[in-house]
């Protein structure tokens, strides 16, 4: 089991937001903020399917995850507050989120299913946010030094993801989740993920007038394609999911460990 701490972060998101809040790089910031918008309704599904998963285990195993899950839960709940009102500057910079529609939408198909396939897609989904954490964390040098706050959010939120990665998927295991299904919910989601950050990342960068500029697409070659970058520096932590002895602890965190105890005067624990 997990310990999880729920940290109040000590930073002011009601200061506005700069238009190119990221090093002044126009896709590294249209990038963050698509994700950005996708965080309110993925990780309130996220609570939502692992509390209601974390239900149907029998007695003996719920006692075993309440506190986890709690965690989680505390954990999860901060994220979104925090990039609610991260979003709310972004409407007002001109964004327009369109995630967050087409995943309710895709959700609805859910309804009356197997409370599994929620906890699988989300597992599958933590994964990717773990995997994406892992690499922020050793790479915090791209969300330059303009605006020390986002970057302290975006810190502390990737170190906390690391931290409690293997929630939803233990809780999958526990109710008896087929590896059959945890994959193939990871190559939907995978097919679902890659597919909305890039539509929502192009609308952000359209909005900001910064689409068929030649630097944007310059940043967004060296910052997903190039030596360390998010798609060559990520494959292979993603594809070791289908495996099927896989489990979420044998990916290193240290990275989120460090953070946290270099940082502890950005956040204050508070109980879950
Ligand atoms: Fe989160
Ligand atoms: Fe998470």
Redesign the pocket.
Known sequence: MTDLVVRRLLVDMEAPIARHWCDGDAFRTALFNALSMSFPFG?QF?IDSVRNGAKLLPEHQQERFRKEVQG?IG??AT?RRLHSLYNGHLDKLGLVNHWEPRAKKRLDLLAGADPRHCVAITAA??HF??ILADWMLHNAHLFGDSDERLKTLWLWHSA??SE??C??FDVYQALGGSHEWRVTWMRRVTVFFLGDVIRQTVNNLYHDGTLFKWSTWKSAASYLFGKRGLVRGNYKAWREYFRPDFHPSQQDSAASVRWLAENSNAFVPVAA
């Open positions: 990780e996220f989680f954990q999860e994220h989904n933590e946010t773990a906390e993801e409690h990665k929630t939803a």
